[in-house]
């Protein structure tokens, strides 16, 4: 088996999967082959912009920083902001383009640490030129032709892979020999699973499996508990769902759910109504694909339907009524691909499970609209942007700990949310 492990220095999320990738191979017998590739040529190539968060509503960027110092303070790895950020990584990776596969990972380790713990800049030529003599490479070795050209191959062969950021995973298995690709630091746990021929969590050892950092639950006084702000409309909201009692009940909380209006929380920070719509090719691509991972992962079952989008405002106003048909309700979008957006279906649905279908008439009652209103609202205010989000709430009355609330975004941030519901706070 062979991991191929894509990065450019500049990235953070990069250097956290630089931490963790070895061992990784490590567990799964799997030969590592690092592989520097030019960031700025990807996102031209599948016509991203150069610095993708420029794009980013202001509460996607307050959220991706967030997210960022939880992920290294969860994996306990030091991480400090590069006062030179964006860094010219340009130099720094031809130079270990041209470092040898056996020097190329202690190479490359020594750069992730300066520019993302000591706050080096990479792109001044005579800090550069001290590694350069450390590993045994030539000051000018960023300036050979030879040496561009190669990272140039190496960048067009990712993309040609379908890689449109970093991290990136080409992994090749006796039940895959021609390779698949995965993205993101966050989903070596698949990458893993993948190398290991798991299928699903339930087939996985414990250390894939877990959700949480602490070894127990602290002492929190009361129960805490998981308020899941959702929306119908969203695949990713679905894929939660299906996840958040279990992560509620294996951590002893209170679960509530709060739908809301995914397109006016997009709308009010001007983030596009369909997301995926307005993706490049292959971030979409990756898109559908990563749904279908994290099923599989979950060991559930998911069709995209052929009605979304859809509009979902008369399902979740039903939904804040009756709180149990939400699952009977995703289930009929995403795993049967009913058209809930349709009054008549959603009636047929109800009905189906055993509800009453007035229900849907009852939603048109103005309490039931303004509540919807005010979970969009407070959605809003908390600085969520997108869905599932998740807000944390630790009833610490009587302990000497009051603990903060925590607002996570993404079913594929159960681990930041298990935490949380044990007592864990983020540093600072």
């Known amino acids: 088996m062979k991991l191929h492990f894509y990065y450019d220095l500049v990235c953070p999320y990069a250097y956290l999967a630089s931490l963790a990738v070895e061992d990784l191979a490590v567990r799964t017998g799997a030969e590592l082959v690092w592989e520097p590739v030019l960031l700025g040529g990807v996102l031209r190539a599948v016509g991203s912009p150069d610095a993708p968060a420029t794009a980013w509503s202001p509460a996607r960027v307050a959220m991706g920083e967030a997210d960022l110092l939880r992920q290294a303070a969860l994996l306990g790895a030091p991480l400090r902001r590069n006062p030179a950020y964006p860094v010219k990584s340009l130099p720094a990776m031809r130079l270990l383009t041209a470092a040898s596969p056996d020097a190329r990972p202690a190479l490359s380790r020594a750069l992730f640490h300066a520019c993302h713990v000591e706050g080096v800049d990479l792109g001044d030529r005579q800090i550069l030129a001290s590694f350069a003599d450390r590993f045994g490479l030539s000051p000018d070795t960023p300036d050979q032709i030879a040496v561009k050209d190669a990272l140039r191959t190496n960048t067009q062969q990712a993309i040609d892979r379908g890689l449109f950021g970093v991290p990136g995973f080409w992994a090749q298995t006796p039940a895959r020999p021609e390779g698949r690709l995965w993205w993101g630091a966050d989903r070596m746990h698949l990458v893993e699973a993948s190398l290991r021929g798991i299928s699903n969590r339930l087939d996985a050892p414990a250390e894939l499996q877990r959700n949480g950092v602490a070894d127990r639950p ?20 679905y894929l939660g769902a299906t996840q958040a009692q279990r992560i509620a009940d294996e951590h002893g909380a209170e679960l509530a759910w709060r739908p809301m209006l995914l397109g006016a929380l997009f709308r009010s920070i001007g983030t596009a109504d369909v997301p995926i719509a307005v993706m490049n090719a292959a971030r979409a691509r990756y898109g559908v694909q990563d749904l279908c991972d994290w099923a599989a ?7 995209f339907p052929d009605c979304f989008p859809v509009r979902s405002v008369t399902a979740l106003r039903v939904s804040i009524i009756e709180p149990r048909v939400v699952q009977v309700l995703y289930r009929a979008l995403w795993v049967d691909g009913q058209n809930i957006g349709d009054d008549d279906v959603l009636r047929r649905v109800l009905a189906a499970h055993g509800f009453d279908s007035g229900l849907v008439e009852a939603a048109t009652q103005p309490a039931v609209k303004q509540a919807l209103r005010d979970h969009t609202d407070q959605a809003i205010r908390m600085g969520a942007c997108g869905a599932p989000s998740f807000l944390v709430r630790a009833d610490s009355a009587g302990t000497d700990r009051p603990l903060p609330d925590l607002l996570v975004w993404g079913q594929d941030r159960f681990d930041v949310v298990g ?7 983020p540093p600072g």
Do not use: I, N
């Open 297 to 303: 992962w979950w060991g559930v079952p998911f069709a």
């Open 218 to 237: 602290l002492d929190l006084g009361r129960p805490a508990q998981l308020q899941v702000f959702h929306d119908f409309a969203s695949p990713y909201s």
């Open 419 to 425: 935490a949380a519901l044990d007592g864990w706070r």
